[in-house]
């Protein structure tokens, strides 16, 4: 089993920035696959950014590039998504996922993310 626990979420005006961060752990294969998503009201959830582990291949929506960026800590427990120039379109519950990766040419596609944290609250006011 995975355990992710998701932190840093809070209430900015457009233009800011915010550092979410999720502490994971249990089994390692299962995280090989980390991501976030983000879930707005009336909206279907989406995935925001994905990372394999295995080379730190990253991948992003297009909404999102050139204003965040996913990373993990050195002892690779800690998923971090740094998100600047933040637009009130970025409101949402953000969720931190981990799964286990597949060998195709994409190897963390959306649908490997199997595991799932409690999600934390980013507001952008404008």
């Known amino acids: 089993q995975v355990q992710l626990v998701e932190s840093g979420g809070d209430s900015v005006q457009a233009g800011g920035s915010l550092r979410l961060s999720c502490a994971t752990s249990?089994?390692?294969?299962?995280?090989?696959?980390m991501g976030w998503f983000r879930q707005a009201p009336g909206k279907e959830r989406e995935v925001v950014a994905t990372?394999?582990?295995?080379?730190?291949?990253?991948y992003y929506i297009d909404s999102v590039k050139g204003r965040f960026t996913i990373s993990i800590g050195n002892d690779k427990n800690t998923l971090y998504l740094q998100m600047n120039s933040l637009k009130p379109e970025d409101t949402a519950l953000y969720y931190c996922?981990?799964?286990?990766?597949?060998?195709?040419?994409?190897?963390?596609?959306?649908?490997?993310?199997?595991?799932w944290g409690q999600g934390t609250q980013v507001t952008v006011s404008s």
């Open positions: 990372l394999y582990t295995g080379d730190s291949a990253t």
């Open positions: 996922a981990a799964g286990p990766p597949t060998y195709g040419g994409f190897h963390c596609p959306p649908y490997v993310h199997r595991y």
């Open positions: 249990g089994d390692v294969y299962s995280r090989v696959c």
